[in-house]
Nanobody
Framework: VQLQASGGGLVQPGGSLRLSCAAPGSIFSISTMGWYRQAPGKQREMVAIITSGGSTNYADSAKGRFTISRDNAKNTVYLQMNSLKPEDTAVYYC??????????WGQGTQVTVSS
């Protein structure tokens, strides 16, 4: 079972992108969903996470610029990214944790911030 992420692309510094990630209905009772990213030569890092109740947590680098949200009815999580910087360039992955403690990842979507 794999999550389906979309919305990446090439954007100029200062621009915006909105990522989406849908979990298939076969995943039972998702609890936390989140976005992670991995830049070339670096470890994967958490960007933002959101619980089923709507509580959020952001990496310091994302605070004030990125907003995570979710539609529980659609098992979908979103990441609105504004004021993008070249250092935001990375492959972005979505992740979902089920209430049975299973972990699911998306295939990754490339975000490139460059002029």
């Amino acid at each position: 079972v794999q999550l389906q992420a979309s919305g990446g692309g090439l954007v100029q510094p200062g621009g915006s992108l909105r990522l989406s990630c849908a979990a298939p209905g076969s995943i039972f009772s998702i609890s936390t969903m989140g976005w992670y990213r991995q830049a070339p030569g670096k470890q994967r890092e958490m960007v933002a996470i959101i619980t089923s109740g709507g509580s959020t947590n952001y990496a310091d680098s994302a605070k004030g610029r990125f907003t995570i949200s979710r539609d529980n009815a659609k098992n979908t999580v979103y990441l609105q990214m504004n004021s993008l910087k070249p250092e935001d360039t990375a492959v972005y992955y979505c992740k979902a944790n089920s209430v049975t403690h299973s972990v699911y990842w998306g295939q990754g979507t490339q975000v490139t911030v460059s002029s």
